[in-house]
């Protein structure tokens, strides 16, 4: 039910463009892909590691975490990992601004393989989170030495820095976006 509800909501945007872009609630069928994407973005250093197992979880429990395959012409391109975040970053921020408690939707992970790039891809799927999600804001978050083209692409969409979240454990250090959004 749920998965049709969220079928339903995506294709409404790009179905209405007459485009050939997808978004599908992932399934059991997706986790090699998923790992695929996600081993590739740890090889260019762009995320951390996800296991396996976490990705099943996500996707076949209920959570907050959804995961979403981007398919072109029924061709899969991508992923979009997002977390609807009730509390989080409070007490992992560094050099947040009024240093209160962060609610959206937080975009965790955008992967388009590297020839779908450049093509308004990931602009049309922000473009779609923002009018569709209830949250007043989206969060994002992107490695500071490794993601300067994704730091670079939410600021051209209207993100603002908020700050950092370093991770010793992962020895990555995350640049924190963030958008609100005028909701009517």
Known sequence: MIKQIFNKLINKYFNSKKSSIKLNIAEHKDIDFIMWCIDDGVKHGHFINISKENIEKVITTFSLSKIFIINFNTVPIGIIIENHLLHYYDHYIINHSN??????LEINVLYIKKEFRNKGIGSAIITYYEKETDYNKILVRCEQNNSKKSINFFEKLG???IGFDKQSKHNMTHIILEKNLQKE
């Open 159 to 161: 993100y603002k820095k």
């Open 99 to 104: 240093n209160q408690k962060l609610y959206g």
